[in-house]
């Protein structure tokens, strides 16, 4: 009776291990890489003339300062803008902007300058929603000034069916540019 037992409490000990060790264990899930957004574009044209102004941060925020143009334009003049993003961390660089173009229906593109009379901007492109994306703009220059404009993309993805693009905290921030203006 003695080594039956014996010889059963080593059975069930066997099986045990062989079952924790038949076991995988759950893989986790792989890590989708995403878009490295180093660089925004922004292309002011009028009369036939672009002018293109950069913003770009290679290695990403806390590391070395961001290489920023300064945007100058002349005044009392309207601009056509348009937005480029790249992620320059590859080579070669992959644009980004058609992709922001195909999933317009959750980015806006919220311009700010300060003062707040130094320029008006105007998103003129739309969503499949009729919400505004940005991409695309007008720029109205007033009198001779300076000042700042600071561009930011907002990924804001519908909730619950709900859109929610309107350039508030709701979301994320895909990029924060600030960029030093010249009116002459």
Known sequence: MKNLRKSLT???LALAVVTVSSCKKDEPDPVQDSENLTTLKLNFTADGVTKTF??????GIGGNAPVVDNISLDANKTYNVTVQVLD????????????IEEENFEHLFVYTPTPSNLLTITRTDKDNRNLE???KASAVTTNA??????????HQPPQNGVPIKDGTAKGSTDFDAQFNVTIK
Do not use: H, M, N, Q
């Open 88 to 99: 320059e961390s590859k080579s070669p660089a992959e644009d980004i902007t058609t992709e």
């Open 54 to 59: 950069a913003f770009k941060d290679l290695d």
């Open 145 to 154: 000034g300076t000042g700042t404009l600071r561009v930011v993309l907002y």
């Open 133 to 135: 994306v940005g991409l």
């Open 10 to 12: 080593i059975l069930a």
